[in-house]
């Protein structure tokens, strides 16, 4: 099966915004809930945000408020706007399959907030 291919990280400043974008080459797309994980260095995978098929969105934490995730069924996009990062938010950052992660895992985009 086809792995996420994440994109859009980085180093940026804090109180600085990314957006990150996730392609997803799979048919299934627009009738699966879909999310966002990271991983910080020494720390285990934590759900950030999820989106179901119909649009129902969850935010986890120091998310809510400050990221937005959105979903673009025609381009099989999952994206995650993201703003007043903090540097707490570092960490290398997984889109997959929500609420259960059954897609295998993807490489990542590594986002960096940092002054």
């Known amino acids: 099966q086809a792995r996420p291919v994440e994109s859009g990280g980085g180093l940026v400043q804090p109180g600085g915004s990314l957006r990150l974008s996730c392609v997803v080459s799979r048919s299934t797309f627009s009738t699966a809930g879909m999310g966002w994980s990271r991983q910080a260095p020494g720390k285990e995978r934590e759900l950030v945000a999820g989106?179901?098929?119909?649009?129902?969105?969850r935010y986890v934490g120091s998310a809510k408020g400050r990221f937005t995730i959105s979903r673009d069924n025609d381009k099989k996009t999952l994206y995650l706007q993201m703003n007043a990062l903090k540097p707490e938010d570092t960490a290398v950052y997984y889109c997959?399959?929500?609420?259960?992660?059954?897609?295998?895992w993807g490489q990542g985009t590594q986002v960096t907030v940092s002054s």
């Open positions: 997959n399959s929500y609420p259960v992660w059954y897609l295998d």
């Open positions: 989106i179901t098929s119909d649009g129902q969105t």
